[in-house]
T-cell receptor, first 113, second 113 residues
Framework: QQQVKQSPQSLIVQKGGISIINCAYENTAFDYFPWYQQFPGKGPALLIAIRPDVSEKKEGRFTISFNKSAKQFSLHIMDSQPGDSATYFCAASIGGGSEKLVFGKGTKLTVNP | DGGITQSPKYLFRKEGQNVTLSCEQNLNHDAMYWYRQDPGQGLRLIYYSQIVNDFQKGDIAEGYSVSREKKESFPLTVTSAQKNPTAFYLC????????????FGDGTRLSIL
């Protein structure tokens, strides 16, 4: 049973455009939702994270939008750049932190110059 | 520099042999994790340890074993019982506190010949 469903599987965006990746979860006990960025041959790195007491969190060009009633959250990358080309993973956990994460299957983002 | 070191980066073994993947961290983190990454499958938790001499099974522990004799080291053994061991293996560590993220190493790619 997949607890965190991520879409799309792949995404191609032009430089300067907006990239949007969506995730949906089933377990209402989840209370911490991070996004990780992974470049080829490297390990994932934390990009941004949100807890359900806020509906949006912004860090530079990256924004998480959170909809608790719909059990969905999304990553928006504004002014996408070729250097943003990577695989992005959403995740969820219980307990307010990243003690035990459940990951989505990932989205491969390609930003064309 | 503080970080997580996984070695080797590439590993080849004959079918039927056990193989041990190394993970060392100098971040003084208490918790350590092993994940398996397959194309299009996201990260799946194999084992994790929150303290020395203690560890718990993750979602796909069958065919794997771990030890945690030292705080900085968490080796993973892929046994001959693992039916499909070819994959990218990621080690992570995490400090105490709900705001502490998981930090990842750069992985070991295991290929069974």
């Amino acid at each position: 049973q997949q607890q965190v469903k991520q879409s799309p599987q792949s995404l191609i965006v032009q430089k300067g455009g907006i990239s949007i990746i969506n995730c949906a979860y089933e377990n209402t006990a989840f209370d911490y939702f991070p996004w990780y960025q992974q470049f080829p041959g490297k390990g994932p790195a934390l990009l941004i994270a949100i807890r359900p007491d806020v509906s949006e969190k912004k860090e530079g060009r990256f924004t998480i939008s959170f909809n608790k009633s719909a059990k969905q959250f999304s990553l928006h990358i504004m002014d996408s750049q070729p250097g943003d080309s990577a695989t992005y993973f959403c995740a969820a956990s219980i307990g307010g932190g990243s003690e035990k994460l459940v990951f989505g299957k990932g989205t491969k983002l390609t930003v064309n110059p | 520099d503080g970080g997580i070191t996984q070695s080797p980066k590439y590993l080849f073994r004959k079918e039927g042999q056990n193989v041990t993947l190394s993970c060392e961290q100098n971040l003084n983190h208490d918790a350590m994790y092993w994940y398996r990454q397959d194309p299009g499958q996201g990260l799946r938790l194999i084992y994790y340890s929150q303290i020395v001499n203690d560890f718990q099974k993750g979602d796909i522990a069958e065919g794997y074993s771990v030890s945690r004799e030292k705080k900085e080291s968490f080796p993973l053994t892929v046994t001959s019982a693992q039916k499909n061991p070819t994959a990218f293996y990621l080690c992570a560590s995490r400090g105490l506190g709900s705001d502490q993220p998981q930090h990842f190493g750069d992985g070991t790619r295991l290929s069974i010949l």
